[in-house]
Structures are given as C-alpha cells and as structure tokens.
C-alpha cells in the first residue's frame, strides 16, 4: 500500500506558530501484537457474488476448502463483519449438509460435522448477504475507512461522477465482502464469479477464465487465481473502464482508466513494463504472477493497494498531459505497488508488526526506480524528502521499526514504515555492497516464496549470503527507534599536521555506524570512511597539510541523521563546487538561504547551481534567488531568462518564471504571455501569476485556462489569492485544500492565511461539492498527523462549525439545490464529530 501522506509544506502549517501538533502519549497500557495464531490453514475460496446497487449490498455464496493447521479440530471460526448469514453447510462434491453456527460480534462459529487432522481437507459453504455500510471498524490516517467493499454512486445521482465497486481489503476488511480468516499470515487460491450489468467490465485476482452473459443485460466473469496469496490482497473491481493493453514478456499487463483518461493511459502506465523487466533482473527472480492488471477507484480510501494482480490506485493517478509534462507525480507509486508483487504479496508480513518486510522494501523500490531510470541524483533527492519527512515528525522518533505494543494495527502504516524503512535498507546497501544486498534479497524470497515472513527472516538471508553477521544493525534500525543526532568539531594540530574530527550523538541512546567524511586540504576533498561507535563521543584524526579548508560529514548522504551544521557561505561553495553527491551540493544551497543577500560567496554558489545538472538543484537555486537586489539581477538576471524560455524541464522553467516575476518588471511581459500558451501547467501557472503581478485586470480571462487539477501546493498556493480574490469558479475545488487550513496558514503568512480565509468562506457560500468534500478530505488526512494536541483540534472543529453555519445559511437561500447542499452539510458534520 501506498499511504495518502501530506506534504511537509501543509504538515509545517499545523506545526507553526507555538501549536505542538504532536504529543507524545503516556501511560496506555503495555500490550504485545503477537503473530496471529493458525487454527485453521485455507485451501481455496471460491466466490459466488452479485451487487444490489440500490441497497449497496453484496449477495454471495462461498465454498471454503480449508483444514486444521496442526492440531485436530472440529470448529471453524471466522471473520465475517457486518453481514447476514443465510446458510452454512457442509459440501461434499455438491451435496449440502446443514452445519451449527452461531454469529456474533463479527465472528462466525461453525461446528463440523466431525473432529478434522491436518491435512484432511472440508469444504464449508455458506450463503451470506455482505452490508458493508453496517460495518462498525473505523478507519485510520493511512486507510480512511474499513468498509471493504465499496460501492461509488451506485445510483447514479452524482453528476459527473462514475458509477464504480472496489475492494479494500487492508488490513483486515476483506470480511466485510467475504467470510474468512482475515489474518496476514493466511494463505489461499481463490476463484470468484462476479455477475454485473453488462456495460461494465471487471476486474479480480489472477487470469479472466470465462464471461457469460446472462438474461437482463447482465454477464458473470469468473477470474481464477492459482496462486496462494494472503486474504487482504482478494480484490474485486466494476465500472465503466476502457482497457489499454500492454505486455512483458508474455506475462499481459492491463490499465484500466476512465474513458476520459484513455489517451494518456500509455503516458501514466506506460513505464510498467519496463519496471517489471528491472525489478526482474534486479531481484534475479521474474515477476511471479499470471497477470498484471492496475485500476483506479473514485473516493479511494488511501493512496494506493497492491491487491495481487490487479493493483488499485486512487484517482490522484488520472492525469492530463498539461501535469504529465512537467511530472508524473504518481510514477514512484505505480514503482512502489508493482514492487510488492514480490515484498508483500509473494513473500507477506506474518504479521503487521512486521509490515516492514513489505512497506519498507516497497519504499525502497522507488528509490531503485529513480536511480536507474533518470539517475543518482532523482533517487537521492527522492529518498531525502521522505526521510525528512521522518526526520520532522517528533511523534515517530521513539517507534521501533518493528513493533509489537501497537494502539491500532493501522498504526504501522507511518513514516517509520515507509519513509524511515527505506532510508534504513539503502544504509544496509551500502554496508552490504551492492551484490550482497541483492543476492540476499534474493534468498529471502526464493526461501519463503508464497509464505509468510519477518525480519528475522530478512536478517538471516543477509547473513547467510555476506557471511556478516547483522544483530547490531537490526538491533538498531529494526528493534529500536530513533536515528542519529549529530554534531561535530574539528581541531589542527600543526606540529602532528593531523586534524582530529570529533562527532558527537546527543540523542539518548547512542548508535554505531559507518560514516564518510570529506576532509578538504587545499580546497579539495579526501574521503575518509570511519566507523563511530556507540557512544556520546568519537574522535578521529586524519593527516592534511594544513588547517583544513572544510570537514563534510555523512559526505556520501547515507546515514540516516539529524546533523547540525554551521559553515561560512565559502566553505558551502567548496563543498557545492568540488561534491559529486547530491545531498551535499543541495544541502550547501540550503545552507546559505539566509545569506544570499550579504555574501558574494553565496551568490558566486547559486550562479554555480543554475547550471548544475540535476533540475531540482537548478530549481532550488532559483527559489533562493531575489532578482530585486541589484547585484544578483546582474550577476543571474540573464541566466534566469534564458532557464524560463529554454530549460528543458518545464518545471524549472516555471522557478524561473517565479524568480522573475519578483521584480514586476514590464520588458519580460512577452517572456510571461507565452507562457501561457505553454502545454505545461506549473509554466502556465507562473507565467499567470507574474503577469498578476503586473497588470491585474487581465485575471479574469487567464484563470481559467489552467488546469490545476492534481498541481502541486507551490502553484496552489501561489495562485490561491488570485483565484479567490477573482470568484474563478472553475478553480474553487482546486484551491480548497489551501483553504482548509487557514487557521494555520495565517500565522506562517497573515496575508495569504486572509486569502485562505476568504477562500474557505467562499465555498461555504457556494454549491460546490466537490470542493466541499475537497476540504474534508484533505483534513481527514491531516487529523493523526495533528496529534492529541486539543488546542489544534478545537481551531479545526470551529473552523468547520464556522463553515457548517454558513453552508445552513445558503441552503435556505437556495432550497432548489437541497440535494447537493445536504450533502455537504452532512459531510461537514461527519468531519466535525470525527474532531471531537
């Protein structure tokens, strides 16, 4: 799975201003997740299922093969959520014995017609009505809600909005459509018959064997899966999809998409095959599966969910060509989910206190795919973007990565998971090396193919292949929390001609580490590869031939650290100039963001930076840069313009666009008004912010040929005044996310917290419920990552009473739009007791 995370740019608005948005908790009751026992192992489920649109219910019938796991039994128990249960009988080769049960409290008690050994086989049937709108488990941050099946305006009353079912199984909401064992470390082949109106088209596990059609325009498709795979990985999918093809090898690759998004299908998907022929030769072990299907679900409950075979991706997917051009934002995740088709669903977590041995390697694969496909630098800057998402959340510092006394299972799915997890494997890659690294990923899946595993499993792999033995390291990253907190000093001796680098951990418990340090003697660097070890306090020294000009720690970026650094804009220019990694040349341009304007040196950097090769650098130095200050419009003006015409990546272009339209400046007017003409959204957008700058009046008929749909929260947040200020109708739902949280952006930024304001206003006075919904959704996301802090809380639950009132408000203005209204004050509502 891939979780829905907000950016570190909305994340910093709920923990600006003096409001803690994280505390810690204390003094819950100690408690220990084990692994799931196995009564009971699955053989094969096999699926009879057909959907009541009307009264969004499933109707199903299922036979279960099944056995004890080890001892003798005469009981099945299974999870069975909400449901009506019709009958339950034995089946022996079609003829049906009834069995006692007894269901309560989500749980289905069947006693067999005799007391069972292992390997001696029943099948149960049972005849079940699935309600999934009566389902009682709540969701969390990383999965919104845990209804398993969902229906998507089933009656076709929402406007512009398909008619669609998806599942969602994890964690454990695969009962919600079907009876079963709803436990990671559950395994089984399935076969499922799903009868829909014929206009759509269908999607599950494994390979389509047949399609019937049936009497009133409806048809049956059984999908069949031959393969043993975990229970929260069954998906069923129906709507109205256009169906591009594609292929690997001779394994079918299929993208489902809205008709709409039918043109861009090979622009969003296309790179899949070549994923697949990448994670195949890197892991030394082909994609294992019949089939590769992905789909994506309107109203997804999370970011994305790699059901086996049939992938499942929120709608944040569809793009059009004016975000493809600039980015496809969701390629990393299209990486991530086809990655667990190996870490997760071959090989799964036994249980989701080990949810690192599939979120952690799935994390990881992004990396993998950057850094092969465009290049070190992509996969760097990607990897220190999460990690310093991790590294910014206090409320993750004292998680394991493996854990045990967890509040809710859904708890695991966080930064530690995924972002810190795949920081700490790239460490592992470098200490291993890289053939050792992937020779005992290797081993780990051939050992557990089709089974279920922990990272005690993972460890000895890498063991068995290096010969190294790893409880220090998984002591540290896996069974314990927190990362290094460093600083450091250095002293010449000039009679020794010997400098001594002392580094310093100030967090609690000391770690051991290998760290690379770049020692500059004469304005060039040495490499010096040192082993600190856990303690407060590790000194080494290193021959130079004189006071050295610079000492650069963790030079190569792999240790995942908090560092507290202090260098003159000079010694940032040294390690910019003479530094082939990216974290060093990017963290010398953060280190001179203050100083841009008081030092040559910082200045000499960014015109270094512009041309640097990777574009997030060249961007980066164009955020820094302030083209009012005289000395820096001569010393880069020239420079900039020619990035905003001629960079080859468009969104370079658009920092340039930005940079330039700080100085207001009528003579790059003509710069700005073919901007607008740009395919690019982030180029159209900046080109219409600059000439926002300039002259006003020209708002109205430019606003609207921006697609802002999926843009990033910079354009937003840039254009949110403009959009606001303007009434641009058409935009309204693209800037709500801004606009929920104004309380917050007000104290960062009172002038655009008002615009902020005034846009949260302003849908609360308009019938718009995507933008309403919008707003909702965007601070459900927000709500775990607010913490237990009341005082954040209570802004949030005024500020939607607040827009709670003023929706009332309308709707007695206009009762001839009731129906679309009430649903927004209904979600308003849903949201404010959510709060509380």
């Given amino acids: 799975m891939k979780k829905a995370i907000l950016s570190i740019a909305i994340l910093g608005l709920l923990f600006s201003a003096n409001i803690s948005a994280q505390t810690e908790t204390s003094g819950r009751e100690k408690v220990y997740r084990a692994t799931h026992n196995k009564v009971t ?27 004890p796991y080890f001892y003798p039994s005469n ?38 017609d005799k007391t069972y050994l292992k390997n001696q086989d029943y099948t149960v049937y049972i005849k079940y009505t699935s309600r999934p709108n009566e389902v009682k488990q709540q969701g969390s941050a990383a999965i919104n809600s845990a209804k398993g099946l969902y229906f998507i305006n089933a009656q076709g009353t929402e406007s512009g909005k398909p008619t669609q079912i998806w599942t969602q199984g994890e964690t454990e909401s695969s009962s919600a459509w079907f009876p079963t064992i709803d436990k990671p470390n559950q395994k ?41 795979h975990s229970t929260y990985l069954f998906f069923m999918g129906v709507g109205e999809y256009a169906v591009v093809k594609d292929k690997w090898k001779n394994i079918p690759i299929d993208y489902y998409i809205e008709k709409e998004y039918e043109p861009y299908a090979k622009q969003i998907y296309g790179n899949t095959p070549e994923m697949m022929e990448f994670f195949s030769k890197k892991l030394g072990y082909d994609y294992p599966w019949a089939k590769y299907a992905q789909i994506s679900g309107r109203d997804y409950v999370s970011g994305a969910m790699e059901n086996t075979t049939a992938t499942l991706h929120g709608s944040d997917i569809l793009q059009k060509p004016g975000q493809l051009i600039d980015e496809n934002t969701w390629e990393d995740t299209i990486a991530h989910e086809l990655f667990h088709h190996w870490f997760g669903d071959l090989v799964t977590a036994e249980s989701w206190s080990n949810l690192t041995v599939n979120e952690s390697f799935a994390n990881y694969s992004e990396y993998l795919w950057n850094e092969y496909k465009y290049g070190k630098d992509q996969a760097d800057y990607h990897q220190m973007t999460d990690v310093d998402r991790y590294i910014h959340n206090p409320g993750d510092f004292k998680k394991n990565l493996v854990r045990f006394n967890y509040n809710s ?100 418990q000391p770690f051991e580490f290998p760290l690379a340090i770049d020692v500059y003697d004469n304005g060039k660097p040495k490499r010096y590869n040192v082993w600190v070890k856990a303690d407060s306090k590790n000194a080494f020294n290193f021959e130079v031939s004189k006071n050295p000009d610079l000492v650069n720690i963790n030079a190569d970026g792999v240790l995942l650290s908090d560092i507290t650094d202090s260098k003159t804009p000079e010694q940032y220019l040294m390690q910019y100039t003479n530094s082939k990694e990216f974290k060093s040349r990017y963290n010398a341009l953060d ?85 607008m003409n740009a395919v690019s959204n982030s180029v159209k957008g900046n080109s219409l912010g600059a000439i926002v700058a300039i002259g006003p009046s020209r708002v109205s008929s430019l606003a609207d040929k921006i697609d802002l749909e999926g843009a990033s929260e910079d354009l937003l947040t840039q254009l949110l005044p403009v959009v606001v200020k303007n009434k641009v109708t058409s935009q309204m739902a693209h800037i709500a996310p801004i606009a929920a949280f104004y309380p917050f952006v007000k104290f960062q930024n009172p002038e655009l917290g008002k615009a902020a304001e005034d846009g949260f206003n302003w849908i609360m006075t308009s019938d718009n419920l995507k933008a309403t919904e919008s707003i909702t959704k965007i601070l459900g996301q927000a709500k775990s990552q607010m913490g237990d802090n009341p005082q954040v809380k209570m802004m949030v639950v005024q500020m939607l009473k607040d827009g709670l009132s003023k929706k009332m408000e309308f709707l007695k203005q206009n009762p001839q739009n009731a129906a679309s209204i009430n649903k927004q004050i209904d979600a308003l509502n849903k949201s404010i007791e959510d709060f509380k």
């Fill in 41 to 67: 192992e699955l053989k094969h489920t096999k699926l009879k299922v057909n959907f009541d649109y009307q009264k969004e219910q499933m109707n199903g019938e299922e036979w279960l093969t099944a056995s």
């Fill in 75 to 112: 009981e099945l128990i299974l999870d069975a959520k909400s449901m009506l249960i019709h009958e339950v009988a034995l089946d022996n080769n079609g003829k049906r014995s009834p069995l006692k049960y007894e269901y309560k409290d989500d749980i289905l008690k069947i006693s067999l």
């Fill in 409 to 508: 299972r859904e708890d695991v799915f966080d930064l530690v998971t995924y972002q810190k997890g795949g920081g700490i494997l790239h460490m592992l890659r470098n200490y291993l090396g890289d053939d050792a690294f992937f020779a005992g990923m290797n081993d780990y899946l051939k050992t557990n193919e089709y089974q279920n595993a922990e990272a005690h499993q993972l460890r000895l792999s890498f063991e068995k292949v290096s010969g190294k033995d790893l409880n220090w390291f998984f002591n540290q990253w896996y069974y314990g929390n927190g990362n290094p907190k460093l600083n450091y000093s250095y002293t010449f001796e000039p009679v020794k001609k010997q400098v001594s680098v002392t580094i310093n951990q100030t967090q609690e």
């Fill in 188 to 228: 089984t082949t399935q076969e499922i018959y799903m009868t829909v109106p014929d206009q759509y088209v269908t999607l599950s596990n494994g390979i389509l064997k047949a399609s019937q059609k049936e009497a009133n325009n409806m048809r049956t498709d059984h999908w069949v899966m031959d393969k043993r």
């Fill in 591 to 675: 280190g001179i963001k203050d100083q841009v304007g008081k030092n040559p040196a910082a200045v000499k950097l960014l015109a270094a930076a512009l041309k640097d090769p990777y574009f997030r650098v060249r961007m980066k130095a164009l955020e820094l840069i302030d083209l009012t200050n005289p000395e820096q419009m001569k010393a880069l003006g020239a420079d900039v313009e020619k990035l905003a015409s001629n960079d080859p990546k468009t969104l370079v272009q658009a920092a340039a666009l930005a940079a330039l339209a700080k100085t207001k400046d009528k003579k790059y007017l003509p710069v700005f008004e073919k901007g």
